[in-house]
């Protein structure tokens, strides 16, 4: 497949050139021979942006409705739910997740997957079934997680286990459901742990509150420290973290530089963060993200993800990470183009190296051949305009096409014939 004169930010116009599903090839615009055969895109210029990576989705909680309190009305309500699932309606509402997801030009999932004494792996059957069902479609993992604690709730370990020794499933952790600071560490010590021994990536979901006055919500140094010990430092990802934003000077910087070192990426999930934290705030509430240009100043990995799907943790959403992006930027005093293109960096390479640390990714050769081609050829940081999606392509094959007609009143064709191509 040849891509035919997309403009890639940074570098201008050129020709992508995809054999397989590897980019062979990225060269200035109409310097690449149409090889024999090949499938030509001609582009005329539109921007293409790697594939998007969700790193933090819960498909098996999607679509399930929304509630009105905070962080542990959520949990509550969602246990009761959970208690009716079975596979069908699991899959039904990941399914029409991930068809979302793929349409707005997402090609890899971290898919978060509950797994308790209750609901048992079915989750994690359902998710294993989807992945090889999507096979070239959209990239499909596992991350196995005890959002009702692992201490707290007996017999999820062995079901953590079961489902670790699945090919395609990663460690997650929630240890601010354990009942004490004591517990919560001990769990972020197990799910390490547990990465160790089944030599893969870890993915917690940590420091989801308004401050650090319960420890439970305090525990990053912790789990930085515990990172570099067992060698893990670039396998390791932590989901939320808003108490970081409470921090002060020295602690700040202290706990900052702690994840800098261990190398773990902070996944941003500004949907939820923002309607789940400063609940008890009745002035001056609180924005409820990581301090996104601290977490950069320092040098810690950022990634973002949309997290929830219109259920008791974030009522709305559409699976967009663009939608997240311009969200995250917009909560976080974001002005310059460059940091336009970094929450893009986030959404693509960031969220590839959470899923699979040290892979190469971005549009480049030796890359894996997902690739976005966007509704929009103005040189501006698509985070900003919000483009549509005309063709994504997940490892070498189109798997979404986009067409759209649109017929302006003739004053609008006047006014729109005016504007300059640059503004
Ligand atoms: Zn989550």
């Known amino acids: 497949m040849l891509l035919r004169s997309g403009l890639l930010r940074g570098r201008g116009p050129v020709d992508v050139l995809i054999h397989g599903e590897t980019i062979a090839a990225v060269e200035p615009a109409g310097s690449i021979a149409e090889p024999e055969g090949a499938v030509v895109h001609e582009l005329g210029g539109s921007v293409i942006v790697p594939g998007f990576v969700e790193p933090h989705l819960h498909l098996d909680k999607a679509h399930l409705g929304a509630s009105a309190g905070g962080l542990a009305e959520a949990i509550a309500a969602t246990a009761r739910r959970k208690a009716g699932f079975t596979r069908d309606d699991v899959r039904a509402r990941a ?43 959209v990239e499909l993992q596992t991350a196995v997680f005890p959002q009702e604690g692992i201490l707290s709730r007996p017999g999820t370990l062995p079901l953590m286990r ?22 919560a560490r001990a769990h972020v010590d197990l799910v390490l742990d547990l990465a160790v021994e089944y030599g893969v990536p870890a993915d917690l979901h940590l420091d989801l509150a308004d401050d650090t006055s319960d420890g439970r919500f305090a525990l990053a140094e912790h789990v930085a420290r515990a990172t ?12 939320h973290a808003t108490t970081l934003a409470s921090l002060h000077g020295a602690t700040r910087g202290r ?38 240009r601290a977490l950069w100043e320092e040098g810690v990995p950022t990634a973002l993800s949309s997290n929830n799907i219109r259920n008791a943790f974030t009522p709305s959403g559409t699976a967009d990470p663009l939608d997240m992006a311009l969200l995250l930027g917009r909560v976080s005093h974001l002005s310059a183009d460059a940091d336009f293109d970094r929450l893009l960096e986030m959404i693509t390479v960031a969220g590839r190296q ?32 919000q483009p549509s999606r005309r063709l994504v392509i997940s490892r070498g094959s189109v798997v979404s096409a986009e067409t759209r007609d649109r017929t302006l009143a003739p004053a609008l064709e006047r006014l729109a014939a005016l504007a300059p191509a640059s503004v």
């Not at 040290?358 to 305009?385: F, K, W, Y």
Request: hydrophobic fraction near 50%; glycine fraction near 12%; proline fraction near 5%.
């Open 162 to 183: 079961e489902a670790l020794s699945r090919a395609g499933t990663i460690v997650g952790g929630c240890p601010y459901s354990e009942v004490d600071v004591a517990d």
């Open 354 to 385: 959470v899923i699979d640390p040290g892979s190469v990714g971005g549009i480049r050769t030796g890359a894996r051949a997902d690739v976005v081609v966007l509704d929009q050829t103005l040189d501006v940081p698509p985070v900003i305009e």
């Open 95 to 137: 399914a029409r997740t991930l068809a979302a997801a793929v349409a707005h030009g997402t090609t890899a999932v971290r898919a978060q997957t509950e797994v308790d004494p209750g609901v048992g792996l079915l989750g994690i059957d359902v998710m294993t079934e989807l992945a090889e069902d999507l096979v070239g479609v």
């Open 255 to 292: 706990v900052l530089a702690a994840l800098a070192e261990a190398r773990i990426t902070v996944v941003l999930l500004p949907a939820t963060d923002l309607f789940l934290v400063g609940r008890a705030d009745e002035a001056n509430v609180r924005r409820g993200v990581a301090p996104l």
């Open 228 to 239: 570099v010990a067992r060698g893990l430092q670039g396998r390791v990802s932590i989901g």
